[in-house]
């Protein structure tokens, strides 16, 4: 078996957030489930995974999947959090939403995740 470097890690990774922006929903599955066999605790794959559910418009498989594999993993981590919020929101499930994008608003440690979380906050439908 081999090892993949962290810069080829970081390639496959936006390979397949290419793939999936241009809804190529099947070969980025591929690539990721790649990644995990080689990478498995490469930080970014959980919030890869995350994009490709939301993109497929499997909100319900995105939850899924971040309550049981990836938030267990990264417990707190505020871009998860802000995407659950996302994928409850575009279920529906406003009032669920707001417990993971309140905590995702409130740290400082990733802006990004936070600036995101407070944009879904003030969202309405």
Excluded: H
Aim: charged share 20%; net charge positive; aromatic share 8%.
């Amino acid at each position: 078996m081999f090892d993949l470097a962290p810069e080829e890690a970081r390639l496959l990774l936006n390979v397949a957030l290419l793939a999936t922006g241009r809804n190529r929903f099947q070969s980025a599955a591929k690539i990721l489930a790649a990644l995990e066999r080689f990478r498995p605790g490469e930080p970014s794959l959980p919030a890869a995974y995350a994009i490709l559910f939301i993109s497929m418009r499997d909100f319900q498989g995105a939850v899924d999947y971040l309550d049981r594999t990836a938030l267990p993993r990264f417990p707190g981590a505020p871009m998860l959090l802000a995407f659950k919020g996302m994928a409850l929101i575009r279920m529906g499930r406003v009032s669920e939403a707001q417990e993971p994008l309140l905590a995702a608003a409130n740290q400082t440690a990733d802006t990004a995740a936070a600036n995101l979380a407070k944009d879904l906050l003030t969202w309405k439908p």
